[in-house]
């Protein structure tokens, strides 16, 4: 294995791990949160959320239709 396919292979299993979620979820947090903004997302059942750090979810619009 070359030096260059090691590299995709690390990066690839960052990319899937759990440290990936965590730490994608901190950089998220600081951009958001900790300058008083909300994160936006969809959340499991389709829906646009404004989430505040004060755990205030508001869903704002349908994006997914149930099928």
Do not use: C
């Amino acid at each position: 294995m070359d030096k260059e396919q090691l590299e995709d292979d690390t990066t690839h299993n960052y990319l899937r791990s759990e440290q990936f979620k965590l730490d994608f979820r901190k950089a998220v947090e600081a951009d958001t949160w900790e300058k008083g903004y909300p994160m936006f997302y969809m959340d499991e059942e389709g829906w646009l959320v404004e989430h505040w750090k004060d755990g205030t979810i508001n869903r704002l619009k349908k994006l997914k239709r149930e099928i």
